[in-house]
């Protein structure tokens, strides 16, 4: 059983769609925040849900702005992106560097994924 608020690695980002991270906590909460607003603003802007597809690569775009210019600290985490949308259940994950992919099964642990 777990305490209501004690999960720090899974978020729900909006209704059809949620995110696991992997790595340093507060990257991921500053990722998720990030995932957030995008859905809520391309909700209100086409009123309809986000998605997946189009979550995963507008957060893969902004964690891979964070490697483009050395003023800026990359993310220190890699999260997992699922969703289910009019295409039907997806699973995405976003690695630090910025690139995402789409998977049917995967598992993150530290910085190596492995196609299961």
């Not at 210019?69 to 997806?90: H, M, N, T």
Request: a positive charge; charged letters at 20%; glycine letters at 10%.
């Amino acid at each position: 059983m777990m305490l209501p608020g004690s999960n720090r690695r899974i978020h729900s980002v909006h209704r059809h769609s949620g995110m696991a991270v992997a790595g340093l906590a507060a990257d991921g909460r500053q990722i998720v925040a990030r995932a957030k607003s995008e859905a809520t603003s391309y909700q209100s802007v086409y009123g309809e849900p986000i998605p997946v597809k189009e979550l995963a690569e507008r957060v893969a775009s902004n964690v891979h702005l964070c490697t483009l210019y050395w003023w800026l600290r990359p993310f220190g985490c890699g999260v997992i992106l699922g969703g289910y949308d009019r295409d039907g259940p997806q699973l995405y994950m976003v690695e630090p560097s910025g690139i995402s992919y789409a998977w049917r099964d995967l598992c993150s642990w530290r910085w190596w994924t492995w196609n299961l």
